[in-house]
T-cell receptor, first 116, second 113 residues
Framework: GAVVSQHPSRVICKSGTSVKIECRSLDFQATTMFWYRQFPKQSLMLMATSNEGSKATYEQGVEKDKFLINHASLTLSTLTVTSAHPEDSSFYIC????????????FGPGTRLTVL | AQSVTQLGSHVSVSEGALVLLRCNYSSSVPPYLFWYVQYPNQGLQLLLKYTSAATLVKGINGFEAEFKKSETSFHLTKPSAHMSDAAEYFCAVSEGGADGLTFGKGTHLIIQP
């Protein structure tokens, strides 16, 4: 149980376009979902926290107008990278938990974004 | 603010030898501590977690970690390494509530035959 999926697993796009990444909890309802970014050979950095039905909370330094997060249901959160640029190329990973923070976070397999 | 320091970006041990991966944390409140493992091209998998219960936490695949408040440490150990343990290991801290995790930079574990 506690499976989290992400789609797509890889995406290549042209500079200036927007890309949407989906994160789904397959067998549980997630009250809180988190989005992380991982640069090559580096650690995961928390980008934002989203609760179903409310606006996401972004970490300092993360542009909320560039990284749009929607948590429309208890099993789906989406991250849209708007007007992507090469520096946005990274590995984006989502996680989901039943109760944010103290409970276990279940991680998706990640999405590799390459912006040309 | 919270932070995690993992000593050693790469650790190499022989198969059958003791595995010790070091993690030190800082937190302004009693922390929740986690160890995750990431195999190549896969997502993070929870190995074990400390949430203020027993200080010695046993996880999956024979791993365990001990919370030492006086040393602000949460080192991960396994008595006998197996080739399948080769992976990237991340220590993470949360201060609870609705916080996300703060990760260390990770330790790449190499198992020598």
């Amino acid at each position: 149980g506690a499976v989290v999926s992400q789609h797509p697993s890889r995406v290549i796009c042209k500079s200036g376009t927007s890309v949407k990444i989906e994160c789904r909890s397959l067998d549980f309802q997630a009250t809180t979902m988190f989005w992380y970014r991982q640069f090559p050979k580096q650690s995961l950095m928390l980008m934002a926290t989203s609760n179903e039905g409310s606006k996401a909370t972004y970490e300092q330094g993360v542009e909320k107008d560039k990284f749009l997060i929607n948590h429309a249901s208890l099993t789906l959160s989406t991250l849209t990278v708007t007007s992507a640029h090469p520096e946005d190329s990274s590995f984006y990973i989502c996680s989901a938990s039943l109760a944010g923070g103290t409970d276990t976070q279940y991680f998706g397999p990640g999405t590799r974004l390459t912006v040309l | 603010a919270q932070s995690v320091t993992q000593l050693g970006s790469h650790v190499s041990v022989s198969e059958g030898a003791l595995v010790l991966l070091r993690c030190n944390y800082s937190s302004s409140v009693p922390p929740y501590l986690f160890w995750y493992v990431q195999y190549p091209n896969q997502g993070l998998q929870l190995l074990l977690k400390y949430t203020s219960a027993a200080t010695l936490v046993k996880g999956i695949n024979g791993f365990e970690a001990e919370f030492k408040k006086s040393e602000t440490s949460f080192h991960l150990t396994k008595p006998s390494a197996h080739m399948s343990d080769a992976a990237e290991y991340f220590c993470a801290v949360s201060e609870g509530g609705a916080d996300g995790l703060t990760f260390g930079k990770g330790t790449h574990l190499i198992i020598q035959p």
